[in-house]
């Protein structure tokens, strides 16, 4: 009943004459923005949308504290910061029918949030730039979208702020084309909470480093406190998943070995001694290099 109704309301927005509720950036209209402009990068999923209207997340507990400061970054407030969300505005026929219908219910719940927060006067990205495997029925531009991608951090020293299951770039090649990889270990849930622990751990670097974060809910603020402090910062979110996909040319969510990984001896044994040595600060974790 309830993807009927979506399918419902989702053909009535999509009547001739009606206005999209936001103005989005084509795939590779945002990765030109990046690659052309120097911009950094705040990408808002599903999770951060429903994040706002107060529910909890699997990986981070709600608080009217990250609801409020959420819907204010979407606002998009600086020019240089571009703010992404899922480009499903001016319809979801790209995607493949499970994902098209996960949109449409998206939609469905959360359009007035949107409508609401969202900044009328800016065209935002579209943050299927850090998803653009799975869910794309015609893939065919994916291999491009990557490129663009390792073009951005092209010869740049990058650090990158993640999990402790994350391992971005580890057993691919992603971050090759970076001139160097420093790491901020951060917890895997509920990093919020150490959050002005790491952004001084963050701080702690040059502004000649682009920061790539990849720590859910927790990166819209950093990337909007490092933006403010001068660096470039590039949320990337589940890029390096998306790209392990795209490098098995698996067509499902298959799990990623990598993933289960975790502390000092696990990684070793994985052979993930670079990793380890890339390593410049592990926060709320419980274990060292």
């Excluded at 029918?97 to 579209?126: A, T």
Aim: net charge positive; proline share 2%; aromatic share 12%.
């Amino acid at each position: 009943m309830k993807d009927r109704i979506a399918d419902i309301v989702y053909l009535w927005y999509r009547l001739p004459g009606r206005k999209p509720t936001v103005k989005v950036y084509g795939m590779d209209e945002t990765l030109d923005e990046l690659l052309h402009t120097g911009k950094s990068l705040v990408r808002f999923g599903d999770g951060e949308i429903v994040m706002m209207k107060g529910k909890s997340l699997k990986l981070q507990q709600a608080s009217p504290e990250l609801a409020e400061g959420l819907k204010r970054i979407l606002g998009y407030e600086h020019d240089n910061l571009m703010v992404t969300v899922q480009g499903i505005f001016d319809g979801v026929e790209m995607y493949h029918k499970k994902s098209r219908q996960f949109w449409k219910d998206h939609l469905l719940f959360c359009r007035k949030i949107y409508k609401r927060y969202c900044n009328s006067g800016k065209v935002y990205g579209d943050t299927a730039v850090t998803r653009c495997w799975y869910a794309f029925d015609d893939k065919s531009g994916c291999g491009r979208w990557f490129g663009k991608f390792r073009e951005v951090w092209k010869d740049k020293q990058v650090v990158v702020v993640e999990g402790t299951r994350s391992h971005n770039g580890v057993g691919n090649d992603l971050l090759d084309t970076a001139a160097g990889v420093e790491r901020i270990i951060c917890p895997p849930k509920d990093a919020y909470d150490f959050y002005q622990e790491i952004l001084d751990e963050c701080r702690k670097f040059p502004k000649d480093r682009m920061f790539l974060l990849s720590l859910g809910v927790t990166a819209k603020f950093l990337a909007e406190d490092l933006y403010r402090d001068g660096y470039r910062v590039i949320d990337i979110g589940n890029l390096d998943m998306e790209y392990e996909w795209f490098l098995q040319g698996t067509y499902e969510k298959a799990p990623v070995k990598k993933h289960g990984i975790t502390g000092v001896e696990e990684n070793r044994k994985a052979g993930y001694a670079e990793y380890l040595e890339q390593i410049k600060a592990n926060i709320g974790n419980g274990w060292t290099c």
